[in-house]
């Protein structure tokens, strides 16, 4: 069964991971653009981190047959930082143009702040004029009025909830969501949020419409094959082979889909790995033989 993993920050990942993702059946990923761990202080970098997430990061999981796909957006941590929000709002626009773009995100809310809300607003507005769908983040402090709250003002600004799909939910929010009509995802980890048995719970309970998993595996303690991982609980479960393929790629095919980039012939094919191809004259090798794939 062909995965996909709508929510990884493969930047943070090794080449070790990519191997073991791919080995797993993990053959699509969208990688957010999100927070590096430390505040940023020039919109330069922010640049220079689009670029990567659109050309490098491209690249590197082309190399092990992973085909990567990038939200690009001003996370919601970050927009608390009015002057370094407002530069990254300005570039982007042309951002958004690129291919391999398939939503806005993550945006949302963190401590709920007024400026939080403010930019927010401000990209649910550019995914409009862009006719992107949007990929919000839920805080992790407070999260079950930050949902609510977020709903609230997709509702207020007359986003259309079929292009919102809002993330790492929990028992509580669950049911907001798909009550509302957005898309629902849930990430998987290790020790806190959500885990894979509870999220068969879940499946158990809501069925597979509109429900997402991922790994949302970053710099931190996380796991970048918990999407595998709950396929494989769901199978142990007794949950149906149609179910787990809708949840693990069905839903994020449906879903990114609406951004008209996702090339469904391209998707539904295996991807080739090439390892004697370069990015900008660079390879992921180091010296090594290459690996290549019909
Ligand atoms: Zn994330």
Redo the contacts with the bound molecule.
């Keep these: 069964m062909k995965l996909f993993d709508p929510?990884i920050?493969m930047t943070s990942r090794t080449t070790d991971d990519y191997e073991a993702m791919a080995r797993a059946g993990i053959a699509a990923v969208v990688e957010?653009a999100?927070w590096v761990g430390q505040p940023r202080t020039h919109v330069g970098t922010f640049e220079d981190y689009f670029l990567s997430l659109l050309g490098w990061e491209r690249f590197r999981a082309s190399q092990f047959g992973i085909r990567h796909y990038c939200t690009m957006g001003l996370n919601p941590k970050e927009a608390n930082d009015a002057k370094l929000a407002d530069g990254v709002l300005e570039i982007l626009p042309t951002y958004l143009e690129k291919q391999g773009v398939v939503a806005v995100g993550?945006i949302g809310y963190d401590d709920q702040t007024p400026t939080e809300e403010h930019y927010l607003v401000r990209q649910l507005e550019l995914a409009r004029a862009h006719e992107l769908p949007v990929l919000i983040?839920t805080p992790h402090r407070d999260k079950k009025r930050g949902t609510i709250r977020t709903l609230e003002v997709l509702r207020a600004h007359g986003f259309p909830m079929e292009l919102a799909l809002v993330d790492h939910n929990n028992e509580e929010t669950l049911p907001h969501v798909l009550d509302a009509g957005a898309w629902a995802g849930h990430s998987i980890y290790p020790k806190t949020k959500m885990d894979e048995h509870r999220m068969v719970t879940l499946v158990q309970r809501y069925g597979s419409e509109r429900i997402l998993v991922n790994s949302?595996a970053?710099w931190g303690v996380s796991d970048p094959l918990k999407v595998p991982k709950t396929a494989k609980a769901m199978r142990e479960a007794g949950i149906d082979d149609t179910i787990i393929a809708a949840i693990c790629w069905g839903n994020p095919v449906a879903f990114f889909a609406q951004s008209g980039r996702l090339d469904l012939a391209e998707i539904a094919s295996a991807a080739s790995v090439d390892q004697r191809q370069l990015w900008e004259g660079n390879s992921v090798l180091r010296g090594q033989a290459p690996v290549v794939e019909d």
């Design positions: 929510h920050h957010p999100f993550e983040h949302a970053d």
